[in-house]
């Protein structure tokens, strides 16, 4: 019994537009550098959530660290997830 080609096709039209729309993107995003001073200033962060308000400014940073073992002897990965951020509103 042959295989009805509209539901093949539809899945097959919505993966070709995601796939097209990543090689698009990636072709259009330079390459990153790695800045040593930003690098050593996100390892100086601790570990959870900070807010500080300045007059006209706010920063926050966040960092979530965690040690992930995979089974009793398994291996173990590291996840750092960490950011800074800052919002200035000027009166014009």
């Known amino acids: 019994m042959p295989l009805p080609l509209a539901p093949i096709a539809g899945i097959a039209l ?3 537009t995601v796939a097209l729309a990543t090689y ?3 072709r259009k995003v330079s390459r990153g550098r790695r800045d040593q001073h930003a690098e050593d200033a996100l390892d100086k962060l601790e570990d959870g959530l900070s807010i500080r308000r300045d007059a ?3 920063n926050t940073t ?16 590291e996840i750092d997830i960490t950011a800074l951020g800052r919002i200035i ?3 014009l």
């Open 14 to 16: 919505r993966y070709g």
């Open 89 to 91: 509103i000027r009166k």
């Open 56 to 58: 006209g400014q706010t």
């Open 62 to 77: 966040a960092r979530f660290r965690r040690k992930i073992r995979l089974g009793n002897n398994g291996p173990s990965i």
């Open 24 to 26: 698009a993107v990636t």
